[in-house]
């Protein structure tokens, strides 16, 4: 049995940081399920571009307002405590928040703990094995 919480990431080499958000990177590849789960805080008043070429990505909202918009389509889609969106077409989008968001983001591939968005907004696809 995995068991951690946020004290035990914050500060760790699984506590990322970009302009835009902070991810804290709870079950990653190295711990076997076949997924990683992250906490993810999107700083209020900001904008993320993000295509996840190589992971697909669900997210839940926790806590705070904003909105995604999906790039092909331009169709803007409201974010609010209890909302789940799927980047199941490996979705170019943008992601604004109004407030502060806390989000729980779900990928497929895992993540190894050590990506960071690409200048197109990619995370690259990293092994376990790999420095």
Known sequence: MIV???A???GT?????APTWVSRRLLLARDGMGFSLHETIIFA???THIHY???????????????VET????????ITPGVTYALDRHDEH????????RLVCVF??????REVHDEKGVYPLLSEAAD
Do not use: F, M
């Open 108 to 113: 497929n591939p895992p993540l190894t703990g």
């Open 94 to 101: 943008y992601l604004r928040a109004r407030t502060e968001l």
């Open 4 to 6: 951690r919480s946020l």
């Open 71 to 78: 790039v092909a389509d331009g169709r803007v889609h409201a």
């Open 13 to 17: 080499a699984q506590d990322v940081a």
């Open 45 to 47: 008043g900001t904008e």
């Open 8 to 10: 035990d990431i914050k």
């Open 53 to 67: 070429r190589n992971h697909l990505e669900a997210v839940y909202c926790i806590e705070g307002e904003g909105e």
